[in-house]
């Protein structure tokens, strides 16, 4: 791996620190105390993993940061209204300030956007360029790529960044002219799109001094690995600071992933990097005959699609496995029977990219409170008032599944998933079962019933996720039955 060279930095480093039970020396943070921020990592579960042993003092308050690394106001603006910086943020920040390399690995909804976003409109503004791109998001999705772009506006017109987003689906002619426009120095991309500008000579990264792959893990299990290696070539002899953020780091891909990172690095974890759901969503397993589950459905949604209360939505997410699942779902819901007209959207792969943006930007504005979505929109996507996510059709690994219900409980609200687990899916009935008894959730008898062990395997797209509930429980046969009340 190649060395770059850190920026000066108010950082101090504890030499003899090692890796997942930090302590800490005054470091970054005016007028820390050591034993308070070994403190704050016990607390919120960070372990740290510095190739050079360096474990500095997290930022717990906004003024903090900003006294410290003396941050103008029009950087703080994205966090008005916040009372202090998410663990992710607080731990990942000194660290990104002094010029690391990092990984950062925590739960959905955790402020990890913001987590990278602000280092990099903080280099933006040193380098007081406003025409070429100093920094680059690559996101697995478009939905993401444009949701990346959106905090970057948040900035605002004052702190003189000018974000440009692009993605496939749409116009290359039409896109290439906006850019051309723009006066871009931070560019958000899909890669595929991103290296069909760069093959037409339209995108020049060579001034790029930051770089940040979000969702890293599926980014590279997407089949994205040559194009990223392209793109991490075009730069300067002098590779830009590399972020990676994911939700989970599976070995394989932790492995590939370490190419692409310079020394120093650094990787902080926020809880575990193993699957698992976030402990503020409530999961409702209900194992159940296929037949029986859009009965299910309309009584939860009784529940759940009610009108806004405290000036906030009530949104309900309904996940389906196969796109032909969305539009049938949604004219049910707005049939007579569902009784949701007007209050259903849906997204999938056969709607054009207008339409889908339609209805992701009428359901976050409470227009349509009900959205049906295949998998398309299950990561990444930034919703906070998400009251409920139903899984209407169990998802193809149990990694899904927890990305899925992570769209609930977001940014330390609470939120409840409801899953319909049916006898087609029994395979899956070990890995849920680990997934329910890490968050501490009840675990229905009829999913046990299914059979707890879980077979070693390699997923293509997750590597090896492989532990055994209790090998004694043996599986038995299972009877079905509806409860329509």
């Known amino acids: 791996m190649g060395k770059r060279q850190a920026p000066p930095s108010s950082a101090s480093a504890s030499s003899n620190c090692t890796a997942h039970s930090p302590t800490t020396s005054q470091t970054t943070a005016t007028n820390a105390d050591p034993s308070q921020s070994s403190a704050y990592y016990k607390e919120h579960s960070i372990s740290i993993s510095s190739d050079n042993n360096t474990i ?199 492995a590939l992933a370490a190419t692409y990172l310079s020394a120093p690095t650094t990787r902080i974890t926020v809880g575990s990097d193993e699957l698992a759901a976030n402990t503020d969503i409530t999961q409702i397993v209900e194992v159940i005959g296929p037949d029986a589950k859009e009965a299910r459905l309309l009584h939860i949604l009784k529940q759940h699609a009610t009108a806004p209360t405290a000036g906030e939505h009530n949104l309900v997410l309904i996940f389906v496995l196969y796109k032909y699942e969305a539009p049938k779902l949604e004219k049910l819901l707005s049939s007579h029977r569902g009784g949701y007209a007007g209050m259903v959207a849906s997204i999938h792969g056969d709607k054009n990219q207008r339409d889908r943006l339609h209805a992701l930007e009428s359901f976050k504005s409470g227009k349509t409170p009900i959205l049906v979505a295949t998998d398309v929109a299950a990561r990444g996507l930034d919703i906070p008032e998400v009251r409920c996510v139903i899984n209407f059709t169990y998802p193809l690994t149990t990694e899904e599944y927890c990305h899925r219900i992570g769209r609930t409980g977001r940014a330390g609200r609470k939120g409840v998933a409801y899953t319909f687990f049916t006898s087609n899916e029994k395979n899956h009935a070990g890995a849920l079962v680990n997934v329910l008894k890490k968050a501490n959730q009840t675990v229905p008898q009829a999913l046990i019933n299914f059979g707890t062990t879980v077979k070693r395997k390699v997923d293509p797209n997750y590597g090896a996720f492989t532990k055994d509930v209790d090998m004694s429980v043996k599986g038995k046969k299972i009877k079905f039955t509806c409860d329509d009340e």
């Open 56 to 254: 500095l003092t997290p930022y717990t308050t906004f003024s903090q940061l900003k006294d410290d690394q003396k941050l103008k106001k029009s950087l703080m603006k994205p966090f008005k209204g916040f009372e202090k910086p998410t663990p992710i943020q607080a731990s990942v920040w000194p660290y990104l300030f002094a010029g690391h390399d990092v990984v950062g690995i925590a739960k959905t909804g955790s402020g990890k956007t913001f987590a990278f976003a602000l280092p990099a409109v903080h280099i933006i503004k040193k380098q007081h360029s406003t025409s070429k791109i100093l920094a680059l998001v690559l996101s697995p999705t478009r939905e993401l790529a444009i949701q990346t772009h959106e905090s970057f506006a948040a900035f605002g017109p004052k702190a003189h960044i000018h974000p440009f987003v692009m993605y496939g689906g749409t116009s290359k002619k039409e896109q290439k002219a906006d850019f051309l426009k723009s006066q871009c120095n931070v560019l958000v991309a899909t890669p595929g799109r991103l290296m069909d500008f760069m093959n037409d000579g339209v995108v020049d990264l060579r001034a790029v001094q930051i770089v940040i792959l979000d969702e890293a893990d599926r980014m590279l299990s997407f089949g994205f690995e040559q194009d990223i290696k392209t793109i991490m070539s075009s730069f300067r002899t002098a590779r830009p600071q590399t972020i990676m953020f994911s939700a989970t780091w599976p070995p394989e891909i932790r």
